[in-house]
């Protein structure tokens, strides 16, 4: 995937010089512009979720506003920021270094120097969000990840009028496994189950481990129905594939999975997922190997 790289300058020509350099570079770029209240321009970043921002110190709004605002905002905070300026350096620099900022690029840009600043900087990042937001054993996104990306998506689902599904998927009798065969085997079990999800779901859903045997997915613009049929495959290709060997066994499971649906059942992030673990309850209580959706009147 091509890192996003968003600029913010107000010279119209070094923003479209600066975005064939990147562009050929391999990064997409998107730019913003002549926007002058703060807040609406806030809006915008958090919709595009950049990999990195590069913003000049002269932009309106107030550079140094922008940076503070994003460095104090908890959904943005992680997003490197290389700050242009071309004058006062020295002053400048030491000011934003006291705001957050990772790195400054000097007018008149050198390319060379631009490019291996932009590369270290999302390097960088990018070890510090695996380390954050990635699950150590399975390699999915973790509980963290999950409780910022769900709010982040009823926000954008909001503004867009579509619709999401959670799913919180249980699986079976995983006590067992680890008793009968050990934790080294109950942790290829919850590698291999972890593939099955991903070779399944599209590259916009979230599946993350929400815990132990416990685990997340958010299908993205996903009706009910569509998603019942998502889960549903998911399951038949667990109950049938042989997670590992053990002595000559093959060994297989099977999950729980209960379902709720922004908006039509829940609204907020905590009521959603309250919603779908009311539904895996139904659906261990229904003898396990299941999906149940939530109902509004559980």
């Given amino acids: 995937m091509q890192e996003q790289i968003l600029i913010l300058d107000d010279d119209e020509q070094f ?23 703060l807040t609406i321009l806030m809006d915008k970043v958090f919709q595009l979720t950049p990999d990195l921002i590069l913003s000049d110190i002269s932009m309106i709004p107030d550079g140094f506003e922008f940076l503070s605002a994003i460095k104090r905002d908890s959904r943005m905070r992680m997003i490197p920021f ?12 030491i000011k934003a270094y006291s705001r957050g900022v990772d790195n400054y690029i000097v007018k008149p840009i050198k390319y060379d120097e631009l490019l291996a600043k932009v590369h270290a900087v999302i390097s960088r990042q990018k070890e510090m969000s ?13 509980r963290r990840f999950f409780n910022q990306e769900l709010t982040r998506q009823i926000k954008l689902h909001e503004r867009h009028g579509d619709e999401l599904t ?15 065969y050990g934790h080294t085997a109950g942790d290829k079990c919850l590698v291999a189950f972890a593939k099955i999800v991903l070779d399944e779901i599209r590259s916009t859903d979230i599946f993350a481990r929400w815990g132990g045997e416990e ?19 998911i399951l038949e290709r667990v109950k049938n594939t042989a997670l590992f060997r053990f002595d000559d066994e093959d060994v297989k499971i099977s999950f729980s999975a209960g379902l709720s649906q922004y908006p039509t059942l829940a ?32």
């Fill in 82 to 93: 290389i700050l242009i300026t071309g004058v006062d350096v020295e002053t400048n620099m």
């Fill in 130 to 142: 695996k380390a954050m937001y990635l699950d150590t054993l399975t390699g999915i996104y973790n």
């Fill in 166 to 180: 959670l799913a919180i998927i249980d699986l079976d009798h995983f006590k067992s496994i680890n008793d009968k």
């Fill in 267 to 298: 609204e907020e992030p905590l009521e959603l997922i309250n919603a779908a673990d009311q539904a895996v309850y139904a659906a261990k209580a229904a003898g396990r190997s299941c999906i149940k959706v939530y109902e509004l009147n559980q």
């Fill in 215 to 233: 685990f997340v997915l958010i299908l993205e613009r996903a009706e009910l129905d569509g998603s019942i049929k998502t889960i549903n495959k």
């Fill in 15 to 37: 923003v479209k010089q600066i975005s064939h350099f990147l562009i050929d570079a391999g990064y997409n770029v998107t730019s913003l512009g002549g926007i002058t209240d």
